[in-house]
C-alpha cells in the first residue's frame, strides 16, 4: 500500500482522535498505538532511520498494510515523506494551544508509565524506539523541562510544515474544536472523500489522564493480534 495522508503534528495535538477519525472515513491509519498492538509492526525501522538519517529506509515495509499515518513516529519523518517517498500524499498538521500541548506532553509521552522489562519485547522495542525518537529526539531530552524553549519549538515546527508543504496540499486543523459537523466536512472535503452520516461524533481520544489505561489497552490488543496471527498460520 501507499500512503495517502501523511500527519505532520506533534503528538498530544489530537492525533489518535485524527486517527480514529480518518479509519472512520475508510484509510488504515498507522498511528504510535498501533506499533504496540500490530505484531506486524518493526519498531527499529523507526528507530534505526532516526538515528541514522543519511540511510536508505525500506518505507513501504515500515508502513506496510496502512493507508495513512499519524503522530510520532511518522510525523517525525513528514518532510521526507510528503516531498521524497510519498510525494501525492496529502498532508494534515494538527494544531492545539501551545500552553495546552506542553502540558500534556509533560504528563504522558515524555515517559511510559507502567510499562516496565515484564512487558513484551515488541512493546518494549517500540518503548526504546520512541526514547530515541520522541523523549531524546523530537522533544530535546533535558531540554524538555524548559518550557519556553519547547513551546517555541513547537510553534517553528507548525511554521516550517506550512513553509515545505504546498497550501493546497495541506491541512491544518484543530481537533479539539467542539463543532463535529464543520469538522468532518472539512476533513472529508480536504480529502476528497464522504464525510460519515450526519450527527457522528469527531473521535476525542486518548485525554492525558487516560494515558496509563491506553497502553494496557495497548498490551491486551498486541496479546489479541498475535493469537489472531498464529491462528491465522
Given at each position: 500500500?501507499?500512503?495517502?495522508?501523511i500527519g505532520a503534528g506533534y503528538g498530544r495535538t489530537g492525533t489518535l482522535s485524527l486517527c480514529n477519525a480518518l479509519?472512520?472515513?475508510?484509510?488504515?491509519?498507522?498511528?504510535?498505538?498501533?506499533?504496540?498492538?500490530?505484531?506486524?509492526?518493526?519498531?527499529?525501522?523507526?528507530?534505526?532511520?532516526?538515528?541514522?538519517?543519511?540511510?536508505?529506509?525500506?518505507?513501504?515495509?515500515?508502513?506496510?498494510?496502512?493507508?495513512?499515518?499519524?503522530?510520532?513516529?511518522a510525523a517525525a519523518f513528514y518532510e521526507k515523506l510528503a516531498t521524497q517517498v510519498y510525494p501525492d500524499a496529502k498532508?494534515?498538521?494538527?494544531?492545539?494551544?501551545?500552553?495546552?500541548?506542553?502540558?500534556?506532553?509533560?504528563?504522558?509521552?515524555?515517559?511510559?508509565?507502567?510499562v516496565d522489562e515484564s512487558w513484551p519485547e515488541h512493546i518494549l522495542k517500540a518503548r526504546r524506539m520512541a526514547r530515541?525518537?520522541?523523549?531524546?529526539?523530537?522533544?530535546?531530552?533535558?531540554?524538555?523541562?524548559?518550557?519556553?524553549?519547547?513551546?517555541?519549538?513547537?510553534?517553528?515546527?507548525?511554521?516550517?510544515?506550512?513553509?515545505?508543504?504546498?497550501?493546497?496540499?495541506?491541512?491544518?486543523?484543530?481537533?479539539?474544536?467542539?463543532?463535529?459537523?464543520?469538522?468532518?466536512?472539512?476533513?472529508?472535503?480536504?480529502?476528497?472523500?464522504?464525510?460519515?452520516?450526519?450527527?457522528?461524533?469527531?473521535?476525542?481520544?486518548?485525554?492525558?489522564?487516560?494515558?496509563?489505561?491506553?497502553?494496557?489497552?495497548?498490551?491486551?490488543?498486541?496479546?489479541?493480534?498475535?493469537?489472531?496471527?498464529?491462528?491465522?498460520?
Amino acid at each position: 500500500m501507499t500512503l495517502e495522508i501523511i500527519g505532520a503534528g506533534y503528538g498530544r495535538t489530537g492525533t489518535l482522535s485524527l486517527c480514529n477519525a480518518l479509519d472512520i472515513l475508510g484509510f488504515k491509519t498507522h498511528h504510535m498505538l498501533k506499533i504496540l498492538t500490530d505484531p506486524s509492526q518493526d519498531a527499529d525501522i523507526f528507530k534505526h532511520a532516526y538515528e541514522q538519517p543519511d540511510e536508505p529506509v525500506d518505507w513501504e515495509r515500515a508502513f506496510s498494510g496502512y493507508t495513512a499515518a499519524v503522530d510520532w513516529p511518522a510525523a517525525a519523518f513528514y518532510e521526507k515523506l510528503a516531498t521524497q517517498v510519498y510525494p501525492d500524499a496529502k498532508v494534515i498538521l494538527t494544531v492545539r494551544d501551545p500552553e495546552k500541548w506542553y502540558a500534556s506532553a509533560a504528563k504522558t509521552i515524555r515517559e511510559w508509565p507502567c510499562v516496565d522489562e515484564s512487558w513484551p519485547e515488541h512493546i518494549l522495542k517500540a518503548r526504546r524506539m520512541a526514547r530515541v525518537v520522541v523523549k531524546q529526539g523530537e522533544l530535546q531530552g533535558d531540554m524538555f523541562q524548559d518550557k519556553v524553549y519547547m513551546i517555541e519549538r513547537f510553534n517553528s515546527h507548525i511554521d516550517n510544515v506550512k513553509a515545505i508543504i504546498s497550501p493546497e496540499n495541506l491541512l491544518v486543523i484543530d481537533v479539539t474544536d467542539t463543532d463535529a459537523e464543520t469538522t468532518w466536512k472539512k476533513l472529508a472535503h480536504f480529502l476528497n472523500v464522504p464525510p460519515p452520516p450526519p450527527g457522528t461524533p469527531f473521535p476525542h481520544d486518548n485525554k492525558a489522564q487516560d494515558f496509563p489505561t491506553l497502553l494496557f489497552y495497548a498490551l491486551d490488543e498486541y496479546k489479541k493480534n498475535v493469537l489472531l496471527s498464529n491462528t491465522a498460520l
